[in-house]
Each structure stands twice: as structure tokens, then as C-alpha cells.
């Protein structure tokens, strides 16, 4: 009788706070319920999804990709995660730092985060645009979007 009078009372000082995002995935449920599943990730995951399948259609399944990547601490680790699982069997390297360096991987993915998300985690990382134009010139462009410059070491 005490849990069922506790859970009673956690509902009642949670409700607003669980109506809040009762509505928020009724909302995102409309939005979504009628798209394609890739739309739905591109929507959702923005923009891990978009640049992963750019970098998905220009590299081979064996290949290697650093990702140097302007983006918070935090989202390093989470970009990391989303192109690990997006580009498999690919082998993925996400770096904060112009200067990283990866053996054997002859791609280089220059990834900038949304404003967005730079505004909720501002980037905290090694980033040196002379160093990247010096490092990215003797290489080949792949390809070239919002989010993203893919390149390749030339043959």
C-alpha cells in the first residue's frame, strides 16, 4: 500500500514533466509516421546519418576513414559511435585535431558540425585551418557538402 501511495505521488509531481514528452514523441510519431526509414534518420540523426551515407556511397566496405572533426568533446565520442555503426565494416577514426594522424587510411573526412551543436557544445579540440589546407593539398577531393570534405591519398 506505501509503494503503490509513493508511485501515486512520484505521477503527480512527474506529470507535467511526462506530458511534456508524451507530446514530444506524439509529435516527432507525426512527423516521421509517413517517411521512408533513411528520411527518418536523416532527420532524427542530423547530421550523422547524411554524412555517413555521403562517406558510405565514396569509399569502399574495406576501407579506412579519419574523421577530423569540428565538433564538442562530447559529440566526438558520439559522432564516433553513429560513423562506426553507419559505416561498417569500414574502419572508422574520429579525431578533434587537424593534426591527427591514422596508419593506413587512405581517406580523410573533414566533418563540421551543425551550428546547432556547436552551440549546445562548443568545439574544444586542436583545429588549424592553414594546417588542414596544407595537409588536404596534395590530396585528392572526393567529395564536398554542407557538413563535409571527403578526401583520398592519391595513387
Request: glycine content about 4%; aromatic content about 14%.
Amino acid at each position: 500500500f506505501l509503494l503503490a501511495g509513493l508511485f501515486a505521488l512520484w505521477v503527480l509531481v512527474a506529470w507535467p514533466k511526462l506530458s511534456e514528452q508524451f507530446a514530444s514523441l506524439e509529435s516527432w510519431r507525426s512527423r516521421l509516421s509517413d517517411r521512408p526509414m533513411a528520411e527518418r534518420l536523416a532527420l532524427v540523426d542530423y547530421p550523422a546519418y547524411i554524412v555517413a551515407e555521403q562517406v558510405r556511397q565514396k569509399t569502399p566496405a574495406d576501407a579506412c576513414i579519419l574523421f577530423v572533426s569540428y565538433t564538442g568533446p562530447e559529440h566526438v565520442n558520439y559522432y564516433k559511435t553513429r560513423f562506426d555503426y553507419y559505416l561498417y565494416p569500414r574502419r572508422v577514426q574520429v579525431r578533434a585535431d587537424t593534426g591527427a594522424a591514422a596508419h593506413d587510411c587512405p581517406y580523410l573526412a573533414v566533418f563540421r558540425d551543425s551550428p546547432n551543436n556547436l552551440k549546445i557544445e562548443p568545439f574544444a579540440g586542436v583545429w588549424n585551418e592553414e594546417q588542414l589546407r596544407h595537409r588536404v593539398a596534395s590530396l585528392e577531393k572526393v567529395h564536398a557538402g554542407a557538413h563535409l570534405e571527403l578526401y583520398r591519398v592519391r595513387p
